[in-house]
């Protein structure tokens, strides 16, 4: 493997919280039919089951996207963490601030399996932790 998986898997994760907060209706194209997604601890919306496939996990993140009508925005922290895996996959955990309309934020923990496709990287499983809140000054 390359020495660049790392910022290759920080441009994709960038692209990713991107994606999430400004175009949320392309999210899906970053998982495939065989990406599983669980939120940890059932914090967000009470199941604990994972979910499986494109349809499924954009179902499941519609309700982290919905938290505001005004808007969210990732604040991740730099440097992401990336080991990369004997098949060529990436680990990445990620680190930040969860900001739904600037009132409440969240600290969050995201570990992500990045896994190829073709050239290019897509969400092979991902486990999405909201960590506490934070009351902004």
């Known amino acids: 493997m390359g020495e660049d998986y790392a910022s290759e898997a920080t441009q994709f994760i960038e692209s990713y919280y991107s994606t999430f907060d400004t175009n949320f209706k392309d999210i899906g194209s970053m998982y495939r039919e065989s990406s599983v997604l669980i939120y940890t601890e059932n914090r967000i919306d009470g ?54 309309s600037g009132e409440l934020s969240l600290n969050f923990a995201d570990t992500f399996v990045l896994m190829k496709d073709g050239g290019a990287y897509y969400i092979g499983y991902a486990i999405i932790n909201m960590v506490d809140f934070i009351l902004d000054d």
Do not use: Y
């Open 47 to 100: 199941s604990g089951d994972p979910a499986v496939g494109v349809r499924s996990i954009v179902q499941k993140l519609q309700v982290i996207q919905s938290w505001s009508d005004k808007g969210i925005k990732h604040d991740i922290d730099l440097p992401i963490d990336v080991l990369p895996m004997a098949n060529g996959s990436l680990l990445v955990v990620v680190q930040g601030e969860f900001i739904p």
